[in-house]
């Protein structure tokens, strides 16, 4: 088959996709929400301990930001807000099999889930930054706003200063996280079709 012809009918099953997501009565898209929350809880699982900070290095924003990607602004924050809830509520497939109500270091991170995964949504499907490098941008905005929950509650849990919480909290992450926006993007590039439409 000629490359042409690959690229159409790849283009059309994309569309296909994104026609029934977004035709989906409501309570199936948050069964997509809540099968996209138990890929969050299993992406918790993968942890890299750094030793000089409590907070590991972990598949959960990955997760996020397919959420974003796959579900749309509504329904993406949906799946992190089923996460964080059956999280609380004892389920233990917070980082390190943890569940119920955690509150520390790490807390602030989980919280910003849900904002990070609307934001995204929201920028890929009304603004439509469909460009790969603008891709990169909406990922890296929703993973500032992970940052910015994680690193006020790190600062009043551990009650360090500005410079201590970027040292522990941030910074370590960046070069982790600038990989796993490529590869979202990538597959945002990939699965997302060129007409886009919102499926919140």
Known sequence: MHINQI??????????YYTWLFD????RKLLLALFIACFTGISAQIRIP????PVP????????LLS?????HG??????????????A???WFTGGQGGMLIGPTTGYLIGFVPAAALIGWLLEKKRMHNFVLIIVAMFTGILIIYI??????????????????????LPFVAFDIVKAIIAAGISKTVIPYRFKSIA
């Open 7 to 16: 690229m159409y009918q790849w283009e059309k099953k994309k569309i296909a």
């Open 75 to 88: 329904y993406g924050a949906a799946a992190m807000l089923f996460y964080l809830i059956a999280g609380f």
């Open 149 to 170: 929950f994680g690193a006020i509650n790190f600062a009043l849990f551990m009650k360090t200063s500005l410079k201590a919480t970027l040292t522990m909290a941030v």
């Open 57 to 64: 290095v972990t598949g959960q924003v990955f997760a996020v």
């Open 90 to 92: 004892g389920m233990p």
């Open 24 to 27: 989906l009565a409501a309570g």
């Open 50 to 53: 750094l030793g000089f900070t």
């Open 68 to 72: 974003g990607i796959l579900l749309g």
